[in-house]
């Protein structure tokens, strides 16, 4: 399985950046689909995640109402769409693969990892 995320970049503090992820090597609507973020000096948490059909989300506190996944299984991809970006939002963004098609929020339940892409919001 391979995940290969995309869109991260330099941004300020107000603006809109939208991240992709495209899978291969399994039957991607079978699985549930996640994004996790890494700052500096801190430890790897929960974004978002979106189940197998796209029905049921979950987000963070921290970005409920501004980021929004979703994914389209015929084009094997997930996004994150990130709004109103605040300084603190700035880290490494992975998109990660579940065994299964249960969205959820912990890292262990998820077994493939994209190799992240960074997101810089400036204040």
């Known amino acids: 399985v391979q995940l290969q995320a995309s869109g991260g970049g330099l941004v300020q503090a107000g603006d809109s950046l939208g991240l992709s992820c495209a899978a291969s090597?399994?039957?991607?609507?079978?699985?549930?689909m996640a994004w996790f973020r890494q700052a500096p000096g801190k430890e790897r948490e929960f974004v978002a995640s979106?189940?197998?059909?796209?029905?049921?989300?979950a987000y963070a506190e921290s970005v409920k109402g501004r980021f929004t996944i979703s994914r389209n299984n015929a084009r094997n991809t997930v996004y994150l769409q990130m709004n109103s970006l605040k300084p603190e939002d700035t880290a490494v963004y992975y998109c990660?693969?579940?065994?299964?098609?249960?969205?959820?929020?912990?890292?262990?339940?998820?077994?493939?990892w994209g190799q992240g892409t960074k997101v810089t919001v400036s204040s």
């Open positions: 979106i189940s197998g059909s796209g029905r049921f989300t």
């Open positions: 990660a693969s579940a065994g299964g098609w249960e969205n959820r929020s912990s890292p262990d339940d998820y077994d493939y």
């Open positions: 090597g399994r039957t991607f609507k079978n699985h549930a």
